[in-house]
C-alpha cells in the first residue's frame, strides 16, 4: 500500500533554513502524480505551498516563491525553505495526487515547522 512519511520540521529562528523531506512507497511516483506540500495552521485549512508534476514543473504560493524550492529523487520528495519567516508556520503535510486512469490521493501524517522572530 502506497504511503508517505515526512521529517525534517523543527524549531529556527527567522532567516534560517530548513529542508523537509516526504519518503514515499514504491510506485508513487508516476508521469500522471502530482506530489505537492501543503501547510496548515490552526483553524484554518490547508494550503498549498509548492507543486511539482509527473513531467517536472514546479508551482509556488505566491508568499513562497523565490525562498523555498520543491524537488525529488528516486523515493522521496523535498522542500527545501530558505530564509524562514514567522509566518511560514505551521504543519506541513506531503500530498501525492494519481490521475486517470486509477485516482487516488495520499497524505503524509505531517511535520511541525515554526518559526520564530
Known amino acids: 500500500q502506497e504511503r508517505l512519511v515526512e521529517s525534517g520540521g523543527g524549531l529556527v529562528e527567522a532567516g534560517g533554513s530548513l529542508r523537509l523531506s516526504c519518503v514515499t512507497s514504491?510506485?508513487?511516483?508516476?508521469?500522471?502524480?502530482?506530489m505537492s506540500w501543503y501547510r496548515q495552521t490552526p483553524g484554518k485549512p490547508r494550503d498549498l505551498v509548492a507543486m511539482l508534476t509527473g513531467g517536472g514543473s514546479e508551482n509556488y504560493a505566491n508568499s513562497v516563491n523565490g525562498r523555498f524550492t520543491i524537488s525529488r529523487d528516486m523515493t522521496t520528495l523535498y522542500l527545501q525553505m530558505n530564509d524562514l519567516k514567522p509566518e511560514d508556520t505551521g504543519v506541513y503535510y506531503c500530498?501525492?495526487?494519481?490521475?486517470?486512469?486509477?485516482?487516488?490521493?495520499?497524505w503524509g501524517q505531517g511535520t511541525e515547522v515554526t518559526v520564530s522572530s
Open positions: 500530498n501525492a495526487r494519481r490521475y486517470a486512469p486509477s485516482s487516488w490521493e495520499l
Open positions: 514504491e510506485g508513487v511516483f508516476a508521469i500522471n502524480t502530482i
